[in-house]
């Protein structure tokens, strides 16, 4: 990973994005901002334990070897990171309710994403695999369906957020 990486800012304009809803650029850059403070606040909260061992057990199952490769993270630094994420998207997994915009899991994936990472094969067949689903079944359920499923499913939201991260991590190299 390069010197530069930041976290919070990675995870601001990257992750989160809500950055880009805003219609000058100088709101963009308040909007970077206090996102980014928001993630270095939530720093301390702890992350539960079904939450970081999910985590642990996706990065470490090599359903996403190559694509975590590709970025040139360690899979420490990955675990390390998603629990960061799921700190400031649902404080550790305690608030682990879909969000206002639909997004779900610890990770909060939207449905947009997950359907994104199943349909160009991010979450591929060694993923698919670890979850015991196939990808009709994934791309068949409904936005509730979803959100069920990656709300009570913590190796689900871990692989989606992993897959989302990846995805995200491999524009900035």
Do not use: C
């Not at 390390?80 to 994936?109: I, M, T």
């Amino acid at each position: 990973m390069a010197e530069q990486f930041k976290p919070g800012r990675f995870w601001a304009e990257s992750y989160n994005a809500e950055h880009a809803l805003e219609k000058t650029p100088q709101a963009r850059d308040a909007k970077l901002l206090e996102k980014e403070a928001q993630y270095n606040r939530m720093q301390s909260v702890p992350v539960g334990r079904q939450e970081q061992q999910a985590i642990i057990d996706t990065v470490m199952s090599g359903a996403m070897k190559a694509e975590m490769e590709a970025t040139g993270a360690s899979p420490d630094f990955i675990v390390s990171e998603l629990a960061n994420v799921s700190k400031v998207e649902s404080a550790g997994g305690s608030f682990n309710q879909p969000s206002s915009s639909g997004a779900a899991g610890f990770l909060q994936v939207t449905d947009g994403t997950f359907r994104d990472l199943l349909k160009r094969n991010v979450v591929g067949p060694k993923a698919l695999e670890v979850l015991g689903k196939s990808k009709k079944q994934l791309l068949g359920m409904s936005n509730k369906q979803r959100q069920k499923y990656l709300t009570e499913n913590h190796e689900a939201a871990a692989m989606f957020g992993l897959g989302a991260y990846l995805n995200k991590l491999q524009g900035v190299r």
